[in-house]
């Protein structure tokens, strides 16, 4: 197994109380497999990433509990220094927002070509032709001439297209990707899906897939983890998801996607908002937005049942939410 999260805890101290923004979290990513992390803003999905790959903000968060198997090896007991030589050489991100991620006063070649320099002792001059390299590898038109430009004389798409370069130079195991299609236009958006696709098919990595849309991963993905108030609560393979979500969230957020044999009708949306992760309801904390609670989910957190050898689903009533019942 190349990435085995156990059971992460992850919360944030603040003058306003305790943020519990991770409880529990527990999935597994092999080698070239893609697993994408669904759920809306505030789900924990970005939390939990970021504890994984070691850039948590500390203080105010904190890992209460955990473990995070990397290869074998816990990342959580590694040293500062130990977890530095992983983080980008073995493992590494691809952030929301490339104009942020992206270091304004530096030229994209000597931000790729740092990595080189840094983690490889390259000189400066081998470096910049390797950055070249990776930019023509992601699709960057002109990129002899382009690699010495700043982010900001780039488009959305283009920026992101070099956020994955970053992330490909030391061609690491596992990439995790965190709303890598944020903000950018539906054909920008495919064309960077197809790109992370191919390039996770070439160098068979492991691939964490963060996003709240479920429409962006129908075709990449093989296994899906649905995240909600800091839990996993469904995990399946993409096509049996999709078929038959055992999950009433899960079923709330596909019927919230366009289809075209629904033409005409009127998208269904999930009532309600998202919890407090200050004040989590008790029992199932989807419980106040769910159509089928019952009294058991106001006081019961439900485990992650099994539905079937490789899928789960944190629903006391996942049988009848598996057969389209409510």
């Known amino acids: 197994m190349l990435l085995d999260v156990r059971d992460l805890h992850v919360e944030f101290r603040t003058r306003e109380g305790v943020a519990r923004a991770v409880n529990g979290v527990s999935y597994a ?15 924990g999905k970005s939390v939990t990433a970021q504890a994984v790959m070691g850039i948590l903000d500390v203080p105010p968060g904190r890992i209460t509990g955990g473990r995070v198997l990397f290869r074998g090896r816990d990342l959580l007991t590694l040293k500062d220094e130990e977890r530095r030589r992983v983080r980008g050489a073995e493992m590494a991100m691809i952030f929301q927002d490339a104009l942020s991620a992206l270091n304004p006063v530096l ?5 790729l070509g740092e990595m080189f320099v840094v983690h490889r002792g390259m000189s400066k001059k081998d470096a910049r032709a390797r950055a070249v390299e990776l930019m023509v590898r992601v699709g960057i038109p002109a990129a002899a001439q382009r690699v010495r430009d700043y982010p900001h004389q780039f488009s959305g798409g283009m920026r992101q297209r070099i956020m994955i370069a970053m992330a490909l130079a030391l061609q690491p195991a596992l990439i995790i990707a965190d709303e890598p299609t944020t903000a950018l236009d539906v054909t920008v958006q495919a064309q960077i899906m197809d790109l992370l696709a191919e390039l996770q098919r070439e160098y068979r990595m492991g691939l964490v897939l963060i996003t709240h849309d479920l429409g962006v991963v129908a075709d990449v993905a093989d296994r899906i983890a649905v995240m909600y108030a800091g839990r996993i609560v469904e995990s399946a393979p993409v096509h049996d998801l999709y078929k038959a979500p055992a999950h009433p969230y899960t079923r709330g957020l596909l019927d919230s996607i366009p289809r075209l044999d629904r033409k005409g009708r009127e998208l269904s949306a999930i009532k309600g908002l998202p ?8 029992g199932c904390a989807f419980h106040p937005r769910c159509p089928m609670a019952r009294d058991v989910c106001l006081t019961d957190v439900p485990p992650l049942y099994e539905v079937s050898g490789d899928r789960g689903s944190a ?3 996942w049988r009848e939410c598996l057969h389209g019942r409510s």
């Open 107 to 111: 030229t994209v070649g000597d931000q």
């Open 275 to 282: 919890p407090n992760l200050m004040d989590i309801p008790p």
């Open 315 to 317: 629903c006391h009533f």
């Open 29 to 43: 990513v092999d080698e070239g497999e893609t697993l994408a992390v669904l759920g809306e803003s505030g789900s």
